[in-house]
């Protein structure tokens, strides 16, 4: 996309979309309302906050797809259009936040197909996609998931620590290691903290803008062992830190801050393995 997006540009869109602007963020606050102070606002969906400024730059990213030349589509934009707002209107009445979340993707893009249209929409296809990382999961599926995903991390986690001849011992989710219990909860390794960093996942394919798909489908498969061995080791290191140091320092700041480790080690083997895959393919190429 080579067209450069002027300040004049910028200021006469805003004069044109100043109103629907407005309309838009008075319909959506009372749903980040609601996030801001009750789902958001709990540990395991901490992640959304920050799903939502990289959605915000993604838009800003692309902000010239939307000087594209491109013709609206008006049928397949309105259907969409009263589609959403009927989503939004039965997820706002009945409290679904899920369908609430939905419909504010849909009505994002039918407003880009009744002003800009298809060639647009398409150009904008990642931010759009991007969104559904903000949208809640049901708690049924979440349960589902979580409970096994955090037998298997306190499983590794106790034998690893076993090979390495520390007192430890496992009943479900919780481990013993020495006088302390450690519980391994939600927050440490269930499917949100999967969700987060398969959001890290695609953001960093989407940044590096690979041409091969088969090189990001594989990236973007490997995103499910990353995040299982990321949750060990924080789990590892938690445990440990108990372990040393006592309960208080092991469940204070440090088990916070074991958070900012668990995605600082999932980046750092998603770039592993993406060098890697690179050097498997020149490897080949040179062959050839």
């Not at 959605?55 to 589509?73: G, I, Q, T």
């Not at 995040?227 to 204070?252: C, H, K, M, P």
Request: charge should be neutral; aromatic fraction near 14%.
């Amino acid at each position: 996309m080579n067209l450069r997006v002027t300040q004049e540009q910028i200021q006469s869109a805003l004069k044109a979309w100043w109103p629907l602007m407005i309309g838009f963020i008075v319909l959506i606050s009372p749903t980040y309302h609601n996030l801001f102070n009750n789902i958001w606002s709990e540990a395991d969906q901490a992640h959304g906050p920050l799903v939502l400024m990289v959605v915000l730059y993604l838009f800003y990213d692309k902000r010239e797809a939307f000087y594209l030349p491109s013709k609206s589509a008006n049928f397949s934009g309105w259907l969409l259009f009263f589609f959403a707002l009927l989503c939004y209107v039965i997820g706002r009445s009945q409290d679904i936040l899920i369908l609430d979340m939905f419909a504010q993707i849909m009505l994002i893009a039918s407003l880009i197909l009744l002003f800009k249209g298809w060639k647009v929409l398409l150009a904008l296809w990642f931010p759009l996609f991007f969104m559904l990382f903000m949208v809640p999961l049901p708690g049924f599926f979440v349960d589902a998931v979580t409970m096994p995903m955090k037998i298997a991390v306190s499983q590794v986690a106790e034998h690893v620590l076993y090979w390495f001849d520390y007192p430890i011992a496992r009943t479900g989710v919780v481990l013993q290691i020495g006088q302390y219990q450690l519980l391994v909860a939600d927050a440490c390794a269930g499917m949100h903290t999967l969700i987060s960093l398969e959001a890290l996942g695609l953001l960093y394919l989407n940044l590096v803008k690979h041409d091969s798909l088969a090189r990001n489908v594989v990236l973007a498969l490997f995103i499910i062992p990353i995040s299982f061995t990321a949750n060990t080791i924080r789990v590892i290191a938690i445990t440990l830190i108990t372990y040393y140091f006592g309960d208080e320092v092991g469940q204070g700041f440090v088990h916070g801050f074991a958070g900012i480790v668990l995605f600082m080690v999932a980046l750092i083997l998603i770039i592993t393995i993406d060098t890697l895959i690179q050097k498997m393919v020149v490897a080949k190429l040179e062959k050839e």
